[in-house]
């Protein structure tokens, strides 16, 4: 039996052995809030409990832009509870043996690019815009990403992402492992398709296209990059390399991690080290226990960039603290991974 369930921001609709999820909150980019993520656990508990497919997408011009910033900076949610609410929700789809698809099909960032990796496909267009852009205010990306962009076939280009927050278009998505499949097709017609039929991979398939390789923006700087963004190396070297490699893209790279927060570079970077031995639910636990103290007990800097960006509009440079790459050592960043504050990642039941 069909049915539909809704609040004004997440609206489920049940169509024979698939729940379609779409995120409805367009003048927010579709950022989630606790109250979208409570909501949605329902859904994801019905697709445990009755094994359905699940799809994922979005009203408007994104995807999902991840987690909803001011009601982290204003309170309204503790961090702990948002963050718990999403890694649980993350491993749940990531762990479903049914069916789950992402259209991403606009702005996917943060945890929106979370749902797109724990679903089994990923579905890029020309519209998609993907990027991890959390260094940019002074927090470290999460949602999985130190399990899957290390493992990406270049690591290097993993790395890249990981660091610079820099934004990608869909080609270059299903170019590089971030989407099984690449689409021109409106998406509406194609999810249309799918509520009549619930083989969805064969329906995706039917509209795959192949991108031309002149759309990448990648492919022309990836020796530089590989160069630049070795596994090998630590953030003060490759910002050294980028300098010695002397091109407007490095230069331009260099600046670029110059603006952002110097904490947040030296985490990202050794969650990304860490995240090469470590499984998708190590990963997690081990992301949340930094979000906790990177946004709750030890770090200022979340604050202060947010109310900088977005409650000022500034659009220059962040007074970070430590306010250069050199003034972070060892000492300061391995506390953050002892996790000496702050709670466990309990995962549900499966």
């Known amino acids: 039996m069909d049915s539909e369930a809704a609040d004004s921001q997440v609206i489920c609709v049940d169509k024979a052995n698939t729940l379609f999820i779409k995120i409805n909150r367009p003048s927010a980019l579709n950022s989630w809030n606790l109250e979208m993520l409570q909501f949605a656990h329902r859904f994801l508990a019905k697709a445990q409990q009755e094994r359905k497919n699940l799809v994922f997408y979005g009203e408007g011009r994104a995807f999902s ?56 496909i990923a579905v890029a267009t020309p519209k998609t815009v993907w990027a991890m852009p959390e260094s940019s205010i002074g927090f470290c990306p999460d949602a999985g990403s130190s399990y899957h962009l290390s493992r990406l076939s270049i690591p ?25 499949y690449y689409i021109l097709e409106d998406k509406e017609k194609i999810l249309q398709e799918m509520r009549e039929d619930e083989d969805l991979e064969k329906i995706i398939k039917k509209y795959h296209v192949e991108p031309r390789q002149k759309e990448s923006t990648i492919m022309p700087i990836m020796r530089d990059l590989i160069y630049c963004f070795n596994n090998h190396i630590d953030v003060e070297t490759i910002m050294y390399r980028l300098r010695q490699t002397n091109s407007s893209w490095s230069l331009k790279t260099l600046k670029k991690l110059e603006d952002l927060c110097p904490l947040s570079l030296r985490i990202a970077h050794e969650a990304f080290k860490r995240g090469k031995q470590l499984s998708y639910e190590r990963c997690l636990k081990m992301e949340f226990n930094l979000a906790a103290q990177m ?17 000022n509009k500034n659009r220059g440079r962040v007074n970070w603290s430590p306010n250069s790459i050199e003034e972070v050592g060892e000492s300061t960043i391995q506390p953050y991974f002892a996790n000496q504050e702050g709670i466990k990642l309990l995962f549900p039941r499966l």
């Open 65 to 120: 832009v991840g987690g909803d910033i001011l009601q982290l900076l204003t309170g309204q949610a503790g961090v702990e509870e948002v963050f718990m609410s999403l890694n649980a929700s993350l491993y749940i789809i990531s762990n479903l043996p049914t069916t789950t698809v992402t259209f991403m099909d606009g702005l996917t960032m943060g945890g929106g690019c979370g749902v797109s990796w724990a679903c089994k």
């Open 156 to 180: 290097e280009l993993g790395l890249y992402l990981k660091l610079t927050g820099e934004r990608i278009n869909g080609a270059d998505c299903y170019f590089y492992g971030l989407a099984k």
């Open 295 to 311: 946004l709750e007990y030890r770090n200022k800097n979340f604050k202060e960039a947010a109310e900088h960006k977005f409650i």
